[in-house]
């Protein structure tokens, strides 16, 4: 027989599954499609603005490329005859990351930066995004005559970004009259070539006008040069745990866990130990204590009243001393001195008044009251509550 859940048992999974949901879909928004979409400038992307067609194509041309997926501060040494593609990276340098490579392009090497934020990854770069994402890609004219434009004499650009600090006085490669596409300019022994899009080595524009030519020239001939192309800037990590946090993996391990917290949290509401609902008290303690005073008052027993008091006294000398409840009173007194140190006339004259009342021999109010007081402070003395009244008591 299908056992019924109660609501409280739907309405915990309706809200699990809501969340499961959102996390399905915040998945696909975030990943997006993976070969299809535009994607960004890295060897491993098919997508129309992935580079991995370029990387395939230099390999299969005999470029000694290879992609670089340590840290900067890791860049050889030895960077002559070193090229590192910077395309389009992700996040923004940290200073040891800037550090190195300016030590890189300063001791030979050459960085090809693509994009307005690898302008902050290069010494004194300073660039501006483009405005329009949607634009048609533009043709721009070679500005120069050098190796880098060599039958190649015009090239695309889609979205390009824009250089605005001038002090280097870098050379004009490709642009128009008010804008500058390529630059170029030397830091050291090395050189920067900053590229205002990375259009030239996409999969989607690399076969435009003029830009594989031009992609080449940049390279070099084939052999000549070390090409390493930047894919840590892309979150690319040589290391297990970086790769995982590359794919769809932790978003599959956080939907298993709202699921099994789910299906916990249901287990333990229908299986757990069933315990009675907590009834608050209708009355507070010190409540309690002025109503049976009220009672006691009122029905004139003080008798009953300095019973109670005595017995829980005996109850926990007893226990303190090792004698029955109900022993002599002189034999308590004498237990009390040796055991406890009590050297004080007035427990004996507690305890014989108190015998008396117990007995059923009349008692004045003011008088129960004041056993009642005193046997209080001897029990809480034998409990190690109080001591400085019970003193005080005592010596009365």
């Known amino acids: 027989m299908p056992v019924a859940l109660d609501t409280r048992d739907r309405r915990l999974l309706i809200v699990a ?15 997006g499609p993976a070969q299809n979409g535009p994607g960004y400038p890295s060897s491993y992307s098919t997508g129309w603005r992935g580079a991995k067609a370029a990387y395939l194509l230099l390999t299969d041309l005999g470029y000694k490329v290879e992609r670089w997926e340590h840290s900067p501060s890791e860049l050889p040494a030895d960077s002559q005859n070193t090229i590192l593609i910077l395309a389009e990276p992700r ?8 550090r190195a490579l300016r030590r890189f392009i300063r001791a030979g090497g050459t960085v090809i930066a693509t994009g307005a934020n690898a302008a902050k990854y290069v010494p004194n770069g300073s660039a501006m995004g483009g405005s329009d994402i949607l634009a048609d890609p533009q043709e721009y004219h070679a500005m120069s005559a050098s190796a880098l434009t060599r ?18 006085a870098p050379v004009t490669i490709y642009g128009d009259l008010s804008e500058s596409v390529v630059l170029l300019y030397s830091e050291g022994k090395g050189s920067v070539l900053w590229w205002a899009g990375s259009t030239p080595l996409t999969n989607g524009a690399i076969a435009a006008s003029g830009n594989l030519v031009f992609l080449l020239n940049s390279l070099g001939a084939p052999g ?13 990590r040589d290391s297990l745990g970086n790769y995982v946090t590359s794919t769809p993996l932790p978003w599959v391990l956080a939907q298993m866990a709202i699921l099994f917290v789910a299906l916990l949290l249901t287990f333990s509401r229908r299986s757990g130990p069933v ?19 009220d009672l006691y008052q009122d029905a004139h027993a003080g008798n009953a009243a300095v019973t109670a008091a005595s017995q829980r006294f005996g109850y926990l000398f007893a226990r303190r001393s090792g004698l029955p409840p109900r022993a002599r009173i002189p034999d308590v007194c004498r237990t009390a001195a040796s055991l406890l140190g009590w050297i004080e006339p007035a427990l004996q004259d507690t305890l014989v008044r108190a015998e008396r009342a117990s007995s059923g021999l009349a008692v004045s109010e003011p008088d129960a009251l004041d056993l009642v007081q005193r046997l209080h402070d001897y029990s809480e003395r034998l409990e190690g509550r109080r001591g400085l009244r019970s003193s005080a008591a005592g010596n009365q």
């Open 275 to 293: 315990r009675a609902v907590a009834v608050a008290a209708r009355l507070s303690p010190l409540e309690f204590v002025e109503t049976l005073g």
């Open 224 to 236: 000549r040069n070390r090409i390493l192309w930047d894919e840590y800037s892309h979150g690319q």
């Open 91 to 98: 996040g923004f340098p940290g200073d040891d990351d800037k």
């Open 151 to 168: 039958n190649a004499p015009k090239i695309t650009l889609a979205n390009p970004a824009f250089w605005f600090d001038d002090s280097l």
């Open 17 to 31: 599954g809501m969340v499961l949901a959102a996390l399905l879909i915040a998945g696909a928004v975030v990943s």
